[in-house]
């Protein structure tokens, strides 16, 4: 184990579901992790490739093992973890709390310990543990908390990514119970609605979210254009997917990619890798942004404080007309009489400006402004 502990920030990586759901095999795998070291994901961060569910045979094996499909997996999974670590990524696995997992595979209820031996012995170094076919008469906290302790038996350093969908508002203990992370909604689907309401909802919970275990808004749907196993309401708009990765950066919650890599736009590609938008997701103190201002229709302004000294302001539109989204500095803390004036850099295009007071853009329906900010003299 890792002296400092694994997620000091917001693991970022990328997960099979949101695009492929069932439809998972190991060239898919191979040329994912081929991708995201050749396009430089990896380099900016995303590090686990994870499988998630429909991975292994509906039955263990005599021993009480998990198996891996062999249609699917042919070479196995210790060969596919050997795929993905010769790559330098680290390889993320699936299973479930219940009996069984949400696509009706075994899981780990009472499977624990052996199950993360397999794990284990494959070369897992990250577990999505859901909670499908949960018992009603067993206790979630308990499960939790043992999934953790079967990894840690296994001395394998392995990040354990709790899937429970806000059930028993994990953000009060999932931290205590040893994950590292914890699914705080339902499943994200590809709409602006659905982006929304996850951010919205999640907002309030957002001063648990911190070093070591870490609010999972669920995997991005940035990218997909309506294809695939979470797309099925039309897919967004660039600046919707905007919105969605500028949300997710802005709150320092995990990045785990979901669209295909292989089939990916540059305006995608280019948002997924933007620099300054990761930086602030993986900013060390990870603080949550305030409300500087909102209006009913969902316009709101916030303001970030970043490990350096400097800050995030963040613009966003979700209404449905182009409109101004306003910001008065005195808001922030920033009395006139102080004498300073913020220059703004727009992380989208490096244009900066310098304001004194207020700033109030005018920002098109569904898409954002998002600046990094710094003190000057005026
Ligand atoms: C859901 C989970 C999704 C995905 C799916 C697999 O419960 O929230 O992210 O893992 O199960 O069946």
Same mark, same amino acid.
């Given at each position: 184990?890792?002296?400092? *502990?694994? &997620?000091?920030?917001?693991?970022?990586?990328?997960?099979?579901?949101?695009?492929?759901?069932?439809?998972?095999?190991?060239?898919?795998?191979?040329? !994912?992790?081929?991708?995201?070291?050749?396009?430089?994901?990896?380099?900016?961060?995303?590090?686990?490739?994870?499988?998630?569910?429909?991975?292994?045979?509906?039955?263990?094996?005599?021993?009480?093992?998990?198996?891996?499909?062999?249609?699917?997996?042919?070479?196995?999974?210790?060969?596919?973890?050997?795929?993905?670590?010769?790559? *330098?990524?680290?390889?993320?696995?699936?299973?479930?709390?219940?009996? %069984?997992?949400? &696509?009706?595979?075994?899981?780990?209820?009472?499977?624990?310990?052996?199950?993360?031996?397999?794990?284990?012995?494959?070369?897992?170094?990250?577990?999505?543990?859901?909670?499908?076919?949960?018992?009603? !008469?067993?206790?979630?906290?308990?499960?939790?908390?043992?999934? &953790?302790?079967?990894?840690?038996?296994?001395?394998?350093?392995?990040? %354990?990514? &709790?899937?429970?969908?806000?059930?028993? $508002?994990?953000?009060?203990?999932?931290?205590?119970?040893?994950?590292?992370?914890?699914?705080?909604?339902?499943? +994200?689907? $590809?709409?602006?609605?659905?982006?929304?309401?996850?951010?919205?909802?999640?907002?309030?919970?957002?001063?648990?979210? *911190?070093?070591?275990?870490?609010?999972?808004?669920?995997?991005?749907?940035?990218?997909?254009?309506?294809? *695939?196993?979470?797309?099925?309401?039309?897919?967004?708009?660039?600046?919707?997917?905007?919105?969605?990765?500028?949300?997710?950066?802005?709150?320092?919650?995990?990045?785990?990619?979901?669209?295909?890599?292989?089939?990916?736009?540059?305006?995608?590609?280019?948002?997924?890798?933007?620099?300054?938008?990761?930086?602030?997701?993986?900013?060390?103190?990870? =603080?949550?942004?305030? =409300? %500087?201002?909102? $209006?009913?229709?969902?316009?709101?302004?916030?303001?970030?404080?970043?490990?350096?000294? !400097?800050?995030?302001?963040?613009?966003?539109?979700?209404?449905?007309?182009?409109?101004?989204?306003?910001?008065?500095? $005195?808001?922030?803390?920033?009395?006139?009489?102080?004498?300073?004036?913020?220059?703004?850099?727009?992380?989208? !295009?490096?244009?900066?400006?310098?304001?004194?007071?207020?700033?109030?853009?005018?920002?098109?329906?569904?898409?954002?402004? +998002?600046?990094?900010?710094?003190?000057?003299?005026?």
């Amino acid at each position: 184990m890792k002296a400092e *502990g694994l &997620a000091a920030r917001p693991p970022m990586g990328w997960n099979s579901w949101n695009t492929f759901g069932p439809h998972i095999n190991e060239r898919l795998i191979f040329e !994912t992790a081929d991708r995201m070291v050749d396009e430089g994901y990896l380099e900016a961060g995303y590090e686990y490739l994870v499988i998630d569910d429909c991975w292994s045979l509906k039955e263990r094996d005599a021993n009480g093992r998990l198996v891996a499909d062999p249609e699917k997996f042919p070479h196995g999974m210790k060969a596919v973890a050997a795929y993905v670590h010769a790559k *330098g990524l680290k390889f993320g696995m699936y299973s479930c709390a219940g009996t %069984l997992t949400c &696509a009706g595979y075994p899981a780990s209820f009472d499977h624990e310990f052996i199950d993360a031996e397999t794990f284990a012995e494959w070369g897992v170094d990250f577990l999505k543990y859901d909670f499908c076919y949960f018992p009603r !008469t067993a206790d979630c906290k308990t499960h939790y908390r043992r999934i &953790a302790m079967a990894l840690k038996a296994c001395r394998r350093p392995i990040l %354990l990514s &709790a899937c429970n969908w806000g059930v028993e $508002e994990p953000w009060t203990w999932m931290q205590g119970a040893g994950a590292q992370m914890y699914r705080s909604t339902g499943d +994200i689907n $590809e709409s602006f609605r659905s982006i929304m309401d996850i951010a919205d909802s999640q907002e309030p919970n957002l001063a648990y979210n *911190g070093p070591y275990c870490w609010n999972d808004m669920d995997m991005l749907v940035v990218g997909m254009y309506g294809k *695939g196993n979470v797309a099925f309401t039309g897919g967004c708009t660039d600046a919707e997917y905007r919105t969605h990765f500028g949300l997710w950066c802005l709150f320092s919650v995990p990045l785990m990619m979901g669209a295909d890599l292989r089939d990916l736009r540059a305006e995608s590609k280019a948002l997924l890798l933007n620099k300054e938008l990761i930086a602030i997701d993986q900013d060390p103190e990870a =603080r949550a942004p305030y =409300r %500087l201002w909102d $209006e009913k229709d969902g316009r709101r302004s916030y303001c970030k404080h970043l490990s350096d000294g !400097t800050y995030v302001l963040a613009y966003f539109n979700p209404s449905e007309q182009d409109a101004q989204v306003n910001s008065n500095f $005195e808001d922030a803390g920033l009395q006139f009489s102080a004498g300073y004036a913020l220059e703004l850099t727009d992380v989208f !295009t490096g244009e900066v400006i310098r304001r004194t007071e207020y700033y109030n853009p005018i920002v098109p329906s569904h898409d954002c402004r +998002i600046y990094k900010a710094r003190l000057v003299r005026r």
